[in-house]
C-alpha cells in the first residue's frame, strides 16, 4: 500500500523560499508518476508540477515555470517541490500524488490520473 507523508510546510514572508517534501515509506518513488498539487482557500485543487516514472522528465503549471523546481531523489526516495520568490497567491494545502503508470505529458495535470494521496502540507506566504 503506498502511503505518502509529505513535509516541510510553514510560514514564509514573501519573496521567500521554502522547501516541500514527499516520502513513501520504504518504497522506491521512481517507479511512481509523481505530482504535486495545492488547494488553497475556497479555490479547487490545481496541478503544480509532476515528474515522469522511471525518468527526470518534468512538467509545471505555465505560471510557475521559473519558481518552482520538483525534483526526485533516489538515493532516500524523497519527492521534493522547490518554491522561490513565493507570494501570498502561493497560499495553500500542497499535496503530493502518486500513479503506478506512466503517463503521458497531457495527462500529468489531472488529478483524476493519481491513484494515492498524501495528506498535505499548508504552505501559508505572508508578512
Known amino acids: 500500500q503506498v502511503q505518502l507523508h509529505e513535509s516541510g510546510g510553514g510560514l514564509v514572508q514573501p519573496g521567500g523560499s521554502l522547501r516541500v517534501s514527499c516520502v513513501d515509506s520504504?518504497?522506491?518513488?521512481?517507479?511512481?508518476?509523481m505530482a504535486w498539487f495545492r488547494q488553497s482557500p475556497g479555490k479547487d485543487r490545481e496541478f503544480v508540477a509532476a515528474?515522469?516514472?522511471?525518468?527526470?522528465?518534468?512538467s509545471y503549471k505555465d505560471s510557475l515555470k521559473g519558481r518552482f523546481t520538483i525534483y526526485r531523489n533516489n538515493a532516500d526516495n524523497t519527492l521534493t517541490l522547490q518554491m522561490n520568490s513565493l507570494t501570498p497567491e502561493d497560499t495553500a494545502v500542497y499535496y503530493c500524488a502518486a500513479s503506478p503508470r506512466g503517463l503521458i505529458t497531457s495527462s500529468l495535470g489531472r488529478e483524476a490520473e493519481y491513484e494515492y494521496w498524501g495528506q498535505g502540507t499548508q504552505v501559508t506566504v505572508s508578512s
Open positions: 515528474v515522469k516514472r522511471m525518468s527526470a522528465s518534468t
Open positions: 520504504g518504497r522506491a518513488l521512481r517507479g511512481y508518476t
